[in-house]
């Protein structure tokens, strides 16, 4: 967003781009606890609009929202770490290095999102459960230890810093993150990397309750935006919700997939000028 949406917003449109990035559970009680205002909320989870920012319990800050794009889950690597070869062999299609193994080899360091916080960090522990069904092997979700061990969990930024910079040999990210950022990763199967729709009844089945009580289940990773009543500039905040919803082509670019717009909550409330580039109701 900072690096290339922004700027591409305020070129095409003339209106100042500022974001600030949080992991969406966190950014969500922010605008609910009245810690932030702001023109437009991106979601990396539908859920977390409709169980943190929508209904009368939640003040009705949000009353609709849009998916934008869809994701998937990745294994990056830091290519100077000295596990780099060995990540780079289990990135070839049809290898013979599960990616797994590399994990469990001693020495290797990866992180990964808190869970708390973070959709990510909940849809990893979904990936671990979900690969330990799939390669039939149980012991694949103990590689995570406790859900919020320390030795892996950090904030979305400070996780991604810490594998550039070496501290981790590997993480857990968003394929759109790492494509962004230009290091190697390593793809994993669509049955566990909560990309692919055809899996949805599958990934359904892991499940995760934050300390807050928040319950999650698993579901292909779609992004949302919306623009909740914080809105202090309207404008600007249509202009930029049009601006994304109309380029498919720069979003692709940075390695999201590309959905249909469909709407959650009341399609009524959406200012009219967005209406026709929404499609039909989104359906958990």
Known sequence: MENGVGPAFS????????????????????????????????????????????????????????????????????????????????????????????????????????????????????????????????????????????????????????????????GFFYKHEIVAQKLPFVGLPPEINLGDPRFSDSYAQATYTTPAGEHVSGAPIIFTITIPKTVQNPAAAEAFVKFLLSSPDLLKGFGFGIVEHQVGGDREQIPSDLRGLCAGAYKP
């Open 11 to 170: 070129k095409a449109t003339g209106y100042e781009y500022k974001g600030e990035a949080h992991g969406s559970l966190g950014a969500a009680r922010f605008i609910r606890d009245h810690l932030r205002t702001p023109d437009v909320f991106i979601s990396a989870d539908p859920s977390v609009n409709r169980n943190i920012l929508m209904g009368p319990g939640n003040g009705d800050l949000v009353t609709w929202f849009v998916t934008l794009a869809s994701s998937q889950l990745v294994l990056a690597y830091n290519p100077k770490s000295p596990f780099a070869p060995k990540f780079e062999a289990a990135s070839v299609v049809d290898t013979k290095t599960p990616w797994y193994e590399i994990l469990e080899t001693p020495g290797v360091r990866f992180g990964r999102g808190d869970p708390t916080i973070d959709p990510k960090g909940y849809r990893t522990l979904f990936l671990f459960s979900l690969a330990g069904k799939h390669y039939q092997r149980q012991e694949i979700p103990a590689l995570l230890g406790e859900p919020l061990n320390p030795a892996q969990v950090l904030p979305e930024v400070a996780l991604l810093a810490n594998v550039e910079s070496g501290q981790f040999d590997a």
